[in-house]
């Protein structure tokens, strides 16, 4: 495959993307009308071409990540298609107009909440899950019937080509299209007066989409992250937790907006635990640390800059006393971090204050359940919060006490493949909610449709307001009260 990466796309001019956004409104306008069954054959399109080019793409996030088959397939076609299956499933059922009993101050209407298609759509990708972060809200977007221009991360150049490929050859760009391009091009795109954006990304960038999405008062969806805490119990089942925490955490090499980032272990059973994910990493990816670098199934990082960006978070604690429980090598002329283990990692250590978004695992010992709370409360509320006990109370505590995007008991980011759930952050990690029925309603506008019938309650009240009047409103105000 030619070395696009050689090669980096130069970002698109202003009058380029005007003309590609005016192009989009008559189609915005007509699809407005559209029905379930037109949708729902553009998503089976969508999910014919993307099965098209299975190999093509393991042959494209081979080049960019180096990711191994098995996860192409795990966590970016599978969400896909099955978020275009779900989609199309209940399209029909979604779309219904919703009948809304009339409430005693309204009683004589008749009202319903209509879904009326947003138009104009901005969706902005990341490069961590290249297809998964940008079809999968296209699906929506389709299934709410608006249009679209898809903005996909530069740092991905193959899979963006078979992205742009796939699109174009399903797609009229007066519909959806795809504009490739760096920061400059993410800019003049959200100068423009959208209907929505959907952005995945870090909070830092979600807070500039955002500030340019309120110059034209435009709807936004922000996935973004944080440092997503694990909390281990002594009542857990260790070997499971550990299974599903490393492959949490190193699947696409620990660069997953849901990935746990650290791991609060009680104190009784931190060793165990330890030993357990020294175990798992020896046979998972190999016993020497030649074995480990030389492994098909551990993806590389994305850019050198992040690279060395890990690199130094593992050197800066280890410098500080941190310990090394496994892992720590670090290559950034290959894109290489090794599965990496600390323990004992002082307060004032970068990797602490830093989102990780890499393959490495600080892990820390505690004794109170309710000191892990308070410290989780400190911080700003994470994307996701995984809580593997077997204790009710403690489940309880853990998930009335805190605030996070989603929460995960006795599992590891399967709630962001499951397409009935909401997914999406609160405050520094999000806003909005994804998939599913979810994500056909951020792409939608909930209208509220009010219609008079026969009896009108309202005429009873009109001027002049005579003392039966004001009797009947007083006595209205009182059922009320006590209603």
Known sequence: MKDLAMHPIDDADPQTLQRLFEQQAPTAL?????????????????????????????????????????????????????????????LARWMRPQRVWPTLTTLGTHAKVLYQPRGRCLIIGPWNYPVNTLLGPLVSAIAAGNTVILKPSEFTPHVNALVAELVAELFDPAEVTVVQGGAATAQQLLVLPFDHVFFTGSPAVGKIVMGAAAQHLTSVTLELGGKSPVIVDETADLQRAAELILWGKFTNAGQ??????????QRSVKDRFTRLCQELIAARYGVTDAAVEASPDLARMITRRHTERLGALIDDALSRGATLLAGGRHDAAARYVAPTLLADVPADARIGAEEIFGPVLPIEAFDSIDDVIRRINTQPKPLALYLFSHHRPTQAAVTTQTSSGGICLNHCVQQYAHGGLPFGGVNHSGIGSAHGVFGFKAFSHERACLASGRLMVLSLFYPPYTPRKNRLSAALVRALRWV
């Open 30 to 90: 007509a699809l407005r009308s559209s029905t379930a069954r037109e949708r729902v054959a553009k998503l089976k399109r969508l999910r014919d071409g993307l099965l098209r080019r299975r190999e093509a793409w393991y042959t494209a996030f081979a080049a960019d990540l180096r990711k191994p088959p098995l996860e192409v397939d795990l966590t970016e076609l599978l969400p896909v298609l099955d978020e275009a299956r779900h989609a199309a499933a209940h």
């Open 256 to 265: 997953t907006c849901v990935a746990p980032d650290h791991v609060f272990v």
